[in-house]
């Protein structure tokens, strides 16, 4: 072999036209050969010729050491076949694939020599995750010596050889089922065939809406919960589809959900996710999850509450500054609290390019990326209802902190989306949540395009009650709609310096 090696190194010389011992060290240093693999076929004429295709990478020659007692190798260059003879019986075939520099790496591999016809032919074919259009096939039999596969999509198309260990892919054009055919080949005239249908549908992505009969809602559940497509059970309202999922979380179980995989990646470009869903109860967190394909530790999560029971409402997540390779929509409803066996639907998600719009009626259930411009020393945001009680059980709410020391002008702004159509509804409901009765909530619209302070309005009234729920009104009878308002400011404890005080309010909503 070391002989063989030097002639590998001067054949590389002369080839690649180098003179001085130098220009042949990238010869000198190249890698062994790797993935070195052989195709075995046999002739079906009880002759017993079988014939050799070995392959790799980083390969210029082969010997092949036939596992018969036979001394000397057959030596092939690489793309070359070699035929042998050999009797019934098992062999273990060693082949030795040769680099340019004389390195080598070597493969044993099995090879039975029959007669009759193969046995117990068993067959796998396997869909492709994050491929739908591909399958994998594989197979294992007793006394043969290759199988041939064929599609079923293009009856022209050579069938294609492979040995017992190996795996093929095949990839389709177009959806629909196709037969599939595993032969496999003994050295007789006898074989043995297997056949089986596979569907293949159209990719599952976003957006889902379950009426697609030719695509595959799989879904994925653990911790006993249980998933399924079923006809919609209460076709009113925002969804009359007639195809949902339905989601049961096992009883007793704190995390049980399910998901789907898509066959594509996410396009994270639109980060907005909304969902529809139905919930036998209000105040349900329902927590919506993208997880990587093959890495759950790879993944981003929001968590919104059913506002309403017995019928659909949609929920929208904002899944901003999530970039990473997403393939799993996970859903867990009542999430982190134990399973009491209820039933839960969902329908049509999809991603989009923005989320809820901003403007009346104004609530917190939907996590709706508000903008909170502050000034003054107060501070905005959206929080869990610290009491769902009253006129107001949802679960989420703005809160208003007056920080000690802020002017007696502190407050909050709020951009909406669109212009506030005053032409009809002049008043405004709030509910709020005061630590004292008697105090000035003052309520201003401004236009901010561009913003001229002489065209704001505002109102004042007074909180009545102290710790609880209330809902308070303010007429702007008398407004200007072509002022175009498109900003809400609101003021709490007004005129007076604040505390460290805390407010909340609610669904701000216009009113005849």
């Given at each position: 072999?070391?002989?063989?090696?030097?002639?590998?190194?001067?054949?590389?010389?002369?080839?690649?036209?180098?003179?001085?011992?130098?220009?042949?060290?990238?010869?000198?240093?190249?890698?062994?050969?790797?993935?070195?693999?052989?195709?075995?076929?046999?002739?079906?004429?009880?002759?017993?010729?079988?014939?050799?295709?070995?392959?790799?990478?980083?390969?210029?020659?082969?010997?092949?050491?036939?596992?018969?007692?036979?001394?000397?190798?057959?030596?092939?260059?690489?793309?070359?076949?070699?035929?042998?003879?050999?009797?019934?019986?098992?062999?273990?075939?060693?082949?030795?694939?040769?680099?340019?520099?004389?390195?080598?790496?070597?493969?044993?591999?099995?090879?039975?020599?029959?007669?009759?016809?193969?046995?117990?032919?068993?067959?796998?074919?396997?869909?492709?995750?994050?491929?739908?259009?591909?399958?994998?096939?594989?197979?294992?039999?007793?006394?043969?010596?290759?199988?041939?596969?064929?599609?079923?999509?293009?009856?022209?198309?050579?069938?294609?050889?492979?040995?017992?260990?190996?795996?093929?892919?095949?990839?389709?054009?177009?959806?629909?089922?196709?037969?599939?055919?595993?032969?496999?080949?003994?050295?007789?005239?006898?074989?043995?065939?297997?056949?089986?249908?596979?569907?293949?549908s159209n990719p599952l992505a976003l957006p889902i809406d379950f009426e697609n009969s030719t695509l595959n809602y799989a879904f994925t559940t653990w911790s006993g919960?249980?998933?399924?497509?079923?006809?919609?059970?209460?076709?009113?309202?925002?969804?009359?589809?007639?195809?949902?999922?339905?989601?049961?979380?096992?009883?007793?179980?704190?995390?049980?959900?399910?998901?789907?995989?898509?066959?594509?990646?996410?396009?994270?470009?639109?980060?907005?996710?909304?969902?529809?869903?139905?919930?036998?109860?209000?105040?349900?967190?329902?927590?919506?999850?993208?997880?990587?394909?093959?890495?759950?530790?790879?993944?981003?999560?929001?968590?919104?509450?059913?506002?309403?029971?017995?019928?659909?409402?949609?929920?929208?997540?904002?899944?901003?500054?999530?970039?990473?390779?997403?393939?799993?929509?996970?859903?867990?409803?009542?999430?982190?609290?134990?399973?009491?066996?209820?039933?839960?639907?969902?329908?049509?998600?999809?991603?989009?390019?923005?989320?809820?719009?901003?403007?009346?009626?104004?609530?917190?259930?939907?996590?709706?990326?508000?903008?909170?411009?502050?000034?003054?020393?107060?501070?905005?945001?959206?929080?869990?209802?610290?009491?769902?009680?009253?006129?107001?059980?949802?679960?989420?709410?703005?809160?208003?902190?007056?920080?000690?020391?802020?002017?007696?002008?502190?407050?909050?702004?709020?951009?909406?989306?669109?212009?506030?159509?005053?032409?009809?509804?002049?008043?405004?409901?709030?509910?709020?949540?005061?630590?004292?009765?008697?105090?000035?909530?003052?309520?201003?619209?401004?236009?901010?395009?561009?913003?001229?302070?002489?065209?704001?309005?505002?109102?004042?009234?007074?909180?009545?009650?102290?710790?609880?729920?209330?809902?308070?009104?303010?007429?702007?009878?008398?407004?200007?709609?072509?002022?175009?308002?498109?900003?809400?400011?609101?003021?709490?404890?007004?005129?007076?310096?604040?505390?460290?005080?805390?407010?909340?309010?609610?669904?701000?909503?216009?009113?005849?």
């Amino acid at each position: 072999m070391k002989h063989l090696k030097y002639i590998f190194i001067l054949f590389a010389a002369v080839l690649f036209g180098c003179t001085e011992e130098g220009d042949i060290g990238f010869v000198e240093n190249a890698e062994a050969p790797k993935n070195i693999t052989a195709l075995f076929t046999i002739s079906q004429d009880n002759t017993g010729n079988v014939t050799i295709a070995p392959h790799g990478e980083g390969v210029t020659a082969f010997e092949i050491y036939y596992g018969d007692g036979t001394t000397e190798p057959g030596t092939l260059s690489a793309g070359e076949k070699i035929n042998h003879i050999y009797p019934e019986g098992t062999f273990t075939v060693k082949v030795v694939g040769i680099g340019i520099n004389g390195k080598t790496t070597a493969v044993e591999l099995p090879l039975t020599v029959s007669f009759v016809a193969p046995e117990n032919l068993a067959v796998t074919i396997s869909n492709v995750v994050g491929s739908p259009m591909m399958i994998n096939v594989s197979a294992e039999a007793d006394l043969e010596t290759y199988f041939e596969v064929t599609f079923g999509e293009d009856p022209t198309a050579v069938p294609v050889q492979f040995n017992e260990g190996d795996t093929v892919s095949y990839t389709y054009s177009n959806i629909g089922t196709y037969t599939v055919t595993v032969t496999a080949f003994s050295g007789g005239s006898e074989s043995t065939s297997y056949s089986q249908e596979v569907t293949i549908s159209n990719p599952l992505a976003l957006p889902i809406d379950f009426e697609n009969s030719t695509l595959n809602y799989a879904f994925t559940t653990w911790s006993g919960a249980a998933a399924d497509v079923v006809d919609n059970p209460d076709a009113t309202g925002i969804n009359t589809s007639s195809k949902v999922g339905k989601l049961i979380p096992a009883a007793g179980q704190t995390w049980t959900g399910g998901y789907l995989t898509l066959d594509t990646p996410l396009d994270m470009t639109n980060h907005f996710f909304k969902i529809k869903v139905w919930s036998p109860q209000a105040g349900v967190p329902v927590l919506f999850k993208l997880e990587n394909l093959t890495d759950g530790g790879i993944s981003a999560e929001h968590t919104l509450y059913t506002s309403v029971a017995n019928q659909w409402e949609e929920l929208i997540y904002d899944f901003t500054g999530a970039t990473a390779s997403y393939s799993k929509v996970v859903l867990f409803f009542n999430a982190g609290n134990p399973g009491t066996g209820d039933t839960y639907y969902f329908d049509d998600i999809e991603q989009s390019a923005s989320g809820v719009e901003i403007g009346f009626p104004l609530t917190f259930e939907q996590n709706p990326n508000l903008t909170w411009n502050n000034f003054g020393g107060a501070v905005g945001s959206q929080v869990v209802n610290p009491d769902q009680s009253g006129v107001n059980t949802s679960m989420q709410v703005g809160k208003f902190l007056k920080t000690a020391g802020s002017q007696t002008w502190a407050g909050i702004a709020i951009p909406f989306d669109d212009v506030i159509d005053f032409s009809v509804m002049k008043k405004v409901k709030m509910k709020i949540w005061s630590p004292q009765a008697g105090i000035t909530v003052l309520m201003k619209f401004e236009n901010m395009n561009p913003h001229n302070t002489a065209d704001d309005i505002e109102k004042t009234t007074t909180t009545t009650v102290a710790n609880q729920w209330e809902e308070i009104t303010f007429d702007f009878t008398g407004i200007d709609n072509s002022k175009n308002y498109q900003q809400i400011v609101l003021f709490f404890n007004f005129n007076v310096s604040g505390t460290g005080e805390t407010y909340y309010f609610d669904d701000i909503k216009q009113s005849n």
